[in-house]
């Protein structure tokens, strides 16, 4: 225990500690009994003007600053133009004279005032503020935790009253089975109970006949009649089997539409008066822009795909391997081969006008896209980078650590999405970057189950009309297609038969006005086209030509890398017309 308090919380002197508090020193802020006071002072600064007091009227001598110019001087005046306190030394010096000077004792009845006015302020307009504030969150918070059980309830009704009806639905054809086969079993056991009064009857007969065979009665055998013909006519036994059940593909979006969805409400802040602004950090939930545009162009006039694709005389001879291609204008569009080099070709022309390098020597493109404002952009597997050209200037957007970018495409929103995959190639997802700051990632189904191979396969990606994110992950041998949240829609894994009767490998992949959805297939010699929901539309076949990187115009014209196999050191670039 404080010795220099009692049970009753008596305050003691700071010195002696027994005798209890008479004195207080202003000076020092030492609590003192009358005889400790002596002591306190001559023990003390001898240069310090003690200003002791009683204990009740402690804090009432004001302690002046002392002068940071003039050592051990205090300060009694306030320089107002200087915003500093300042001593006799420094008025005497001439330095303030002509500025505006206080009593030092008159600043501080008005920073006192204002003090009083903060703590008014305080207590009485931002305290209680904060104390509704907090009140109506909390209050939001257990209105929300009664919602959200509600909701849970809700789907869990939802799920057993679908249950229900599943269960009428199998039960409903159980009984629908019992009763064709308990009708086919009677006719079966109908057929069988007459067979075997036939061999009853058969037997019988047999026996007749060897009683007429073995009698000397020649009257007997003479008249005897034999029914041998009439059991030659066998009944007709139908060929009855059970029938045949055949599931159907339950589509997730299907039964969501049976089932319900959930509707998301926009977040939104709520400004108490003036005391908060939200300027920084400020996130605000709305679509991504030129998503109405997007839809007024999906909802255009429908455009049926030709029985026979058109091939057009402008095509583009390169000397090398094509690998990718994206569309810049009606008569440019940039090319990247096997080489660290990068083409824009006139389409009209068929002769290239500019080709860029990459920023580093040996550096491979590994895909190419063009921005909403024209620009290039590309991925080098090499540094780990996202790159931008910007008048001929290629400056670094986007850097990883652990990560290996592969595919890119920009968004109608203006945002980068990038497929990756990590260095031990064990992990593969989708990123989308606005600038340089990544806003969403994209790597799995559901609990860790992932969405994309992850075996250094190419991955190229684009995104449709309806803001899906479509990649041709040729590690998988599929079109992983999810929508703008990152939720799995579908897989297509190909089409039977294919042209070559092997597995799909898609090389490419872009979309077109009617959000279909096209790929190229290296290994089938031909381009699949889907549909927005995975339905598989029609095939374009190019015979002997293997296929690479492909895209479409705003005509919907399609342009495809091509190369025979055995002449694999040019390549060309075809424009096709496969819609009316």
Known sequence: MDPRTSA?????????????????????????????????????????????????????????????????????????????????????????????????????????????????????????????????????????EKEYGELLTSITKQGEVLQREIDKLVNKLKNQID????????????????????????????????????????????????????????????????????????????????????????????????????????????????????????NAPQKKLRNEPELFDQRIYHFGYLRRVAWLSDEKIWTCDNSCTMTLYSINQGSPLKSIRTRTINSLPSDIAVTKSGELVYTDICERTVNIVKNENKEEVIRLNNWKPLGICSTSSGDLLVTMESDDNKQSKVVRYSDSTEKQSIQFVYKGTPLYSSDGSDK????????????????????????????????????????????????????????????????NNCVHIIDQNGRFLQFLEFGFYALGGLCTNSDDYLFLISWKYFFSLSSSLEKIKYLH
């Open 179 to 298: 009763k064709i086969k308990s009708s086919q079993l009677q006719t079966l056991q109908k057929i069988l109970d007459e067979i075997n009064r036939k061999m009853i009857d058969i037997k019988q007969e047999i026996n007749l006949l060897d009683i007429a065979k073995d009698s000397n009665d020649i009257s007997k055998i003479i008249n005897l009649r034999s029914t041998v013909d009439q059991h030659k006519i066998f009944p007709q036994i139908p060929v009855l089997s059970a029938p045949k059940f055949t599931p159907k593909a339950i589509q997730e979006e299907e039964l969501c539409s049976h089932f319900g969805d959930l509707s998301l409400i926009p977040l939104k802040s709520k400004e108490h008066g003036n005391i908060i602004k939200t300027t920084k950090n400020k996130r605000i939930i709305s679509s991504p822009p030129l998503v109405k545009e997007r839809l007024l162009k999906v």
């Open 460 to 523: 190229l990606i684009c995104e449709n009309r309806n803001l899906d994110i479509c990649v041709a992950d040729s590690g998988a041998k599929a079109i992983v297609v999810v929508n703008q949240f990152g939720k799995l829609r579908f897989k297509y894994s190909g089409h039977t038969p294919a042209p070559w009767n092997r597995t799909l490998n898609p090389r490419g992949i872009t979309t077109d006005s009617q959000s279909n959805i096209l790929t190229t297939d290296y290994d």
């Open 8 to 144: 009753q919380n008596v305050i003691h002197c700071d010195l002696c500690e027994t005798v209890k508090v008479q004195m207080h020193c202003d000076t020092c802020l030492v609590n003192l009994c009358k005889a400790c006071v002596g002591e306190h002072i001559s023990a003390g600064d001898e240069s310090k003007d003690h200003k002791v007091v009683k204990y009740q009227s402690r804090n009432s001598t004001p302690i002046y600053p002392e002068c940071t110019s003039h050592e051990k001087e205090r300060c009694e005046m306030f320089c107002r133009k200087c915003d500093i306190s300042v001593c006799a030394s420094c008025l005497s010096s001439d330095q303030h004279i002509s500025n505006k000077l206080s009593k030092i004792l008159e600043v501080l009845d008005e920073k006192k005032d204002k003090i009083n006015k903060y703590k008014t302020d305080l207590n009485e307009n931002v305290n209680p503020k904060y104390l509704e504030m907090a009140s109506n969150v909390q209050n939001k918070i257990s209105e929300l």
